[in-house]
């Protein structure tokens, strides 16, 4: 046992004294929240806007303050036919146009929106906020109320995306490139051959990675919730304890990747091909997996990222009990089991 400690305090001080990987392990992370966090948004505002009415009436008027006095748009003029708003659109002088029926007071309905449809996601974006913001006039129409996130602060999504794919890239890249390193200089026949057994080896130096990782959940819990307010609305404990299967199963992926790889290349990109862009494009990170076509979505089924993510906007955002994230939790566990089994058992086999 004394000897195993010793291989986990030697790996432990190997990874501390390598600024490198300190800088990519504790600066990715923190880059990557405040990138994501601030810089990448999907938040509207500003949106410049025309409103196309012929007389101005009581409801109309409501309905045009109210969108005036949100900060997600600016009303830009006021023209009278729709064509004058669908011309300042194409002069880039606008980005959209509400434009109102003549009898639009007395019928309630009546309404049609004229938008920039260049970037479709952000047209749907406006569209959908402008719809919230007049649903929700006090003067009539329909209440409508947005539950969990009702300022649709685009961190809310993000966040809880940003950890499911940095853990899974610093845990399962990391630790492949640490072992695989060790195979490149010749220093892994030694280890193997140490009174350790050669599993324990493999063990100890993926420990540090299991104790950096849970140190780098807990900064991104502490950014998402006082750098960039994102509610820890459940339960911290379920929150950390689902972590910590989805670190195991990505250490697992990482012993797997090594298991495969004979030079630190090899391994990166293997990672990157692996679990880098699968993580960004079919984990429901950037685009929700309901939208993909069918097949995307079967693939998608296979990532582990979609489920952690699932189950931490659940937690974080929704604040559901351990009951309304069971079934993500038994597939992560199913996941880490099965990648674990094959990663030793391939491991076995070349130590025969």
């Known amino acids: 046992m004394k000897q ?28 990557m929240m405040l990138i994501f966090g601030f810089a990448i948004s999907t938040d509207v505002k ?10 101005i009436d009581h409801l109309t008027q409501a309905v045009v303050e109210r969108l005036s006095a949100s900060e997600y748009f600016e009303i830009v003029a006021v023209v009278s036919v729709p064509k004058e708003a669908e011309q300042m659109i194409r002069n880039q002088k606008a980005d959209m146009a509400v434009v109102f029926a003549d009898d639009f007071a007395s019928k309630h309905t009546g309404m049609q929106f004229i938008v920039d449809g260049a970037d479709p996601n952000m047209a749907r974006q406006w569209i959908n906020y402008a719809t919230s913001v007049i649903l929700n006039h006090g003067g009539g129409l329909v209440n409508a109320k947005m539950l ?28 492949s490139i640490s072992i695989v390193r060790e195979k490149e200089k010749g220093t892994m026949e030694v280890l193997l051959v140490s009174p350790v057994r050669p599993l324990m080896v493999i063990i100890a130096k993926a420990i540090p990675y299991l104790v950096l990782a849970f140190f780098i959940l807990i900064v991104i819990l502490l950014m998402a919730r006082f750098v960039l307010a994102v509610p820890l609305q459940g339960s911290l404990l379920l929150i950390l304890a689902v972590s910590v299967i989805y670190i195991l199963l990505a250490l697992s ?21 692996v679990l880098l862009m699968p993580v960004v494009m079919l984990s429901g990170m950037m685009f929700p997996v309901e939208s993909m076509p069918e097949i995307l979505q079967w693939i ?32 992560l566990l199913g996941m880490t089991a099965l990648f674990l089994t094959i990663a030793l058992v391939k491991f076995n086999k070349r130590m025969e």
């Open 148 to 175: 969990y996130n009702p300022q649709m602060k685009s961190a809310y999504n993000f966040v809880p995306a940003i950890m499911g794919m940095l853990l899974m890239l610093i845990c399962a890249m990391m630790t």
């Open 253 to 273: 992926l990482g012993l797997l990747i090594s298991n495969i790889a004979q030079t630190q290349l090899v391994a990166l990109l293997m990672s990157a091909m």
């Open 4 to 31: 195993f400690i010793s291989f986990v305090i030697k790996e432990a001080k190997h990874i501390v004294r390598d600024k490198r990987t300190m800088l990519i392990l504790f600066g990715m992370p923190i880059m």
């Open 46 to 55: 500003n949106v410049r806007t025309v409103i196309v009415v012929s007389q």
């Open 300 to 331: 998608s089924a296979l990532m582990p990222p979609r489920y952690y993510i699932d189950a931490m906007r659940k937690l974080m955002i929704m604040g559901v009990g351990m009951g309304a994230i069971m079934k993500e939790m038994l597939i």
